[in-house]
């Protein structure tokens, strides 16, 4: 029987266990995607407690607490104590087996307070006093995990109305790891929202452009994009839902920005004419400036509200939702692709079922460099055990794993870099198994240079961060 989380963790062989130790281990991390607060950075945050650090703003934590049963004062609220919620969390962790949070958790203790014991409620007073205790040493702030962490840029996810006061002062102060805005226009393409003409005015003032018109908060936009631009950014990010492919003229797109402007309903097919335009016109600035996109796609979002009445039939989760998003997509990448207007890509998606969708796709719009367009490390829900595995076989078979730009925290944590260590433990397992088999060939030259080029290389050339 093999001991949980020894130094072979998930390493079943010998190649997958030279793999990792001898290669994946020592590859600094470049984090493409996250969701680090940019001050903490700034300011070396100092973290009062585990608990501020673990559970501050960890959904994943609050979701498996509230499954559990535990009252929500104890996941948000402000009228309980770090330790009540600490004790809280330690009880429900003895229910997570097989839940990723299991792992991750004790990966977190392992890797950054040498803590190998099980978290339970027998242990949790020790294990918080002891974390706490070694939160006071400087080497626990926020650069000092990312430094422990062999962290060797970020890139924070930044609306466009956004200073970038932070991500200036961490670059001249000399922190040698990068910290790098990542644009995120969401609110400028939610015209359905109630707060979309605040958001439009909010832009106009912080781009000095007056905005009466669609093309003039493009206009704004484009000043907000050269900004992020000399300041860094190479990278863009969109949410969505689904992609669209509902023709529009450019009257018809002023007209739907005039009535959600006047704060008049808006027809689905508007909303959605008006997003295939919004994210055309983002895609073609972005190509303009040599950026990569990203496209996180298939979260339905605020579902603890009226928003089941909202959702038609077609939610982009069922076979034929599925069909038409790739349809969607394939039309909306051709015509960026036609107008030579398709940058580097990268694709999320929430529904596994689509991973062979997804990893046949790129296969139509890839040229003129490796790996121009990705498919994405299993997102949110997906960057697990299962999810990664079922991700990285889908684009094994179909397309080019050794292309791979790999992992990434998608997190808002300072604790969450295990996650690439857990990804890299994954993906040599996957080959180290393959070469048990016989289904490779023991070539440690080709294998070695795999495993490092997914971990760290692949992501360090395709990314314009350099």
């Not at 792992?103 to 392992?110: T, V």
């Not at 631009?229 to 739907?256: K, P, V």
């Not at 990664?388 to 808002?412: H, I, K």
Request: net charge negative; aromatic share 12%; glycine share 6%.
């Amino acid at each position: 029987m093999k001991q949980f989380n020894d130094e072979n963790f998930l390493l079943e062989t010998s190649v997958a266990q030279d793999l990792y130790h001898n290669h994946a281990a020592k590859m600094p991390i470049i984090d493409y995607h996250c969701h680090l607060i940019p001050e903490m950075v700034a300011n070396d945050h100092k973290f009062k407690s585990i608990t501020e650090l673990w559970l501050g703003g960890d959904h994943y934590k609050w979701r498996a607490m509230r499954t559990n049963g535990v009252d929500e004062r104890f996941c948000t609220g402000k009228d309980t104590s770090d330790w009540e919620k600490f004790e809280k969390w330690a009880e429900t962790i003895t229910y997570c087996f097989r839940n990723p949070l299991y792992h991750w958790s004790h990966l977190e203790l392992k890797t950054a307070f040498g803590i190998t014991k099980q978290l339970s409620p027998k242990t949790a007073r020790e294990i918080f006093d002891e974390c706490n205790e070694k939160l006071k040493q400087p080497e626990f702030s926020a650069r000092g995990l990312m430094r422990h962490y062999n962290v060797e840029c970020v890139c924070t996810t930044d609306d466009p109305v956004d200073d970038l006061r932070y991500h200036k002062q961490t670059r001249e102060s000399g922190f040698e790891v990068k910290m790098i805005p990542a644009w995120r226009p969401d609110k400028a393409m939610n015209i359905e929202k109630p707060e979309f003409p605040q958001y439009v005015e909010q832009l106009s003032n912080v781009s000095g452009v007056s905005i009466s018109n669609f093309k003039e908060m493009v206009d704004a936009l484009q000043k907000r994009h050269d900004f992020f631009h000399e300041n860094g950014c190479r990278l863009s990010d969109h949410g969505i839902e689904e992609f669209y492919d509902e023709e529009y003229t450019d009257s018809q797109i002023e007209t739907i920005f005039s009535k959600a402007m006047s704060g008049q309903q808006l027809s689905e097919f508007e909303i959605r004419q008006y997003k295939n335009c919004f994210l055309t016109v983002m895609a073609e600035m972005d190509a303009d400036a040599d950026w990569t996109q990203q496209f996180h796609y298939g979260a339905i979002r605020d579902n603890n509200t009226a928003m089941y009445e909202k959702l038609g039939p077609d939610t982009g989760f069922d076979s034929i939702g599925e069909f038409n998003t790739a349809r969607a997509m394939s039309r909306f990448l051709n015509k960026l692709n036609m107008k030579g207007k398709l940058t580097r890509t990268i694709l999320y998606t929430l529904n596994p079922c689509a991973n062979e969708v997804i990893a046949t796709m790129l296969g139509n719009f890839q040229g003129g460099e490796p790996g121009k367009i990705q498919f994405g490390s299993g997102w949110w829900f997906n960057d697990q055990l299962d999810g990664m595995t079922r991700q990285m076989n889908a684009l094994s078979v179909l397309g080019l794993l050794s292309r791979f730009v790999g992992m990434l925290t998608d997190s808002r944590s300072f604790l969450s870099y295990p996650r690439h260590e857990y990804f890299r433990r994954l993906l040599c397992n996957i080959l180290g198994n393959d070469v048990e088999k016989g289904l490779l060939p023991n070539d440690q030259e080709i294998l070695s240079r795999m495993v490092e080029d997914i971990s760290y290389n692949n992501a360090r050339r395709y990314f314009k961060f350099y």
